[in-house]
């Protein structure tokens, strides 16, 4: 019994050192040229106020997390069945963002969803108030990065209050919003507008797996 109460001693300041889930910071910047002009101009959003307002009214996030999807091999070996990985496999991640005031954060999403559906096509006789109007959806890139829809810049970082700097950054590879989900409003008590965004993306980069702590270097 007195070693194993000496051996908690001696790990006690490892379980002090635990992370807290509320310190992390998202970014979304990045975006196309066209993408970014078709915020400005239908939705009166410039790019400043994306890069430096949004990833703050992040209230909540998910780090990303893979898997893998698996074959059964039998009779190899008698009696004995064994899987074998042969594709990685990525989870959409959700973010929930509180809706300010002047509803720029759902315009931003709206706006960038209406984009990758083709709203921004400049055609009268296919305005998207035209009763026959039809879609036809943008290019996810090209070669140039000037109007695609997925971005390479959505990043979030999670880190601790401590003052040692060690902190992990996820970044989204071909990133896009998938869904959002609806926005109840109601009488009764007051509370902050939220919405919750659902990306999709091809894959995540873990970008400093060592962290920023010198002593882990």
Not at 27 to 48: M, P, V
Not at 120 to 132: G, L, M
Not at 170 to 175: D, T, V
Not at 205 to 213: A, K, M, S, V, W
Request: aromatic share 16%; with cysteine; net charge neutral.
């Amino acid at each position: 019994m007195a070693s194993v109460v000496q051996n908690i001693k001696n790990h006690f300041g490892t379980l002090k050192d635990l992370s807290l889930n509320n310190q992390y910071q998202v970014n979304i910047s990045g975006l196309s040229g066209f993408l970014s002009k078709y915020l400005e101009t239908d939705y009166g959003l410039d790019a400043d106020w994306i890069s430096n307002n949004l990833g703050i009214l992040c209230s909540d996030a998910t780090l990303p997390t893979s898997s893998f999807a698996t074959a059964e091999v039998k009779d190899n070996f008698q009696g004995i069945n064994q899987q074998f990985a042969h594709t990685k496999l990525y989870v959409d991640s959700d973010f929930t963002f509180y809706i300010d005031s002047n509803y720029k954060v759902i315009r931003f999403f709206e706006g960038w969803m209406s984009y990758i559906s083709g709203d921004n096509i400049t055609d009268i006789s296919q305005s998207r108030f035209n009763r026959n109007y039809t879609r036809r959806f943008n290019y996810p890139q090209n070669d140039f990065y000037s109007n695609g829809y997925k971005i390479d810049s959505l990043t979030i970082t999670k880190f601790e209050r401590s003052l040692n700097n060690s902190q992990l950054t996820y970044k989204f590879i071909n990133a896009f919003p998938k869904s959002m989900t609806s926005i109840p409003v109601q009488y009764g008590n007051a509370d902050i507008l939220r919405v919750t965004v659902s990306f999709a993306y091809d894959r995540y980069i873990l970008e400093n797996p060592r962290g920023t702590n010198k002593a882990n270097k």
